[in-house]
């Protein structure tokens, strides 16, 4: 059973703080590893992802890989409360390039960024 | 307009019923996808598919049919609707060769 799990929060930091969202997933062969942003009410968004260890920035976010540890972690500098959503990771069997699919998803971690 | 329509957004039906939700995207993408969301489990894949002759099952296909009928409309049938269908389905495309899934609005569906 592939499994993906995330603390489900919720995770409450001040504005300006560092929010750092943590993920870990049981299948070893997982190769690819994927973030989603979902406002309540809302359809799931893609913010990042990553496929080799280490570290991956986008602007205020970045996106840590550790296959061994089989953790993914997510960091959200200078935290806004439009930051203020349900985050999941997802993780793919597939390399990248050819288009991940058959995505596992965690159950979320709510977080939320006080002004 | 938006990229992925669902329709309905919302549907009350009784156990039993034959269900239909649609899916149309108007972004070329190849790829297909319905995932269900329940509380406290996630988003979890029903079906995908990868163009019109190409559809395979997800995590939790029983109970559940799906339908390609072009590469932009993919539809979604439960045959006899059950209480524990209840939940919130979206559809979402994506093309080929790229990692990205778009997900439509969702549709709320309550089986009472």
């Known amino acids: 059973q592939k499994e993906v799990e995330q603390n489900s929060g919720p995770l409450s930091v001040p504005e300006g703080a560092i929010a750092s969202l943590n993920c870990t997933y049981s299948?070893?062969?997982?190769?690819?590893f994927f973030w989603y942003r979902q406002y309540s009410g809302k359809s799931p968004e893609l913010i990042m992802f990553?496929?080799?260890?280490g570290d991956k920035e986008d602007g205020r976010f970045t996106a840590q890989l550790n296959k061994a540890s089989q953790y993914v972690s997510l960091l959200i500098r200078d935290s806004q409360p439009s930051d203020s959503a349900t985050y999941l990771c997802?993780?793919?069997?597939?390399?990248?390039?050819?288009?991940?699919?058959?995505?596992?998803f965690g159950k979320g971690t709510k977080l939320s960024v006080i002004p | 307009d938006a990229d992925v329509t669902q329709t309905p957004r919302n549907r009350i039906t009784k156990t039993g019923k034959r269900i239909m939700l649609e899916c149309s995207q108007t972004?070329?993408?190849?790829?297909m996808y319905w995932y269900r969301q329940d509380p406290g489990l996630g988003l979890r894949l029903i079906y995908y598919s990868f163009d019109v002759k190409d559809i395979n099952k997800g995590e939790i296909s029983d109970g559940y049919s799906v339908s390609r009928q072009a590469q932009a409309k993919f539809s979604l049938s439960l045959e006899s609707a059950i209480p524990n269908q209840t939940a919130l389905y979206f559809c979402a495309t994506g093309p080929a060769g790229v990692d990205t899934q778009y997900f439509g609005p969702g549709t709320r569906l309550t089986v009472l």
């Open positions: 299948d070893r062969g997982s190769q690819s």
């Open positions: 997802a993780a793919s069997p597939i390399f990248s390039g050819a288009g991940s699919y058959q995505l596992t």
């Open positions: 972004k070329g993408h190849d790829r």
């Open positions: 990553i496929y080799s260890n």
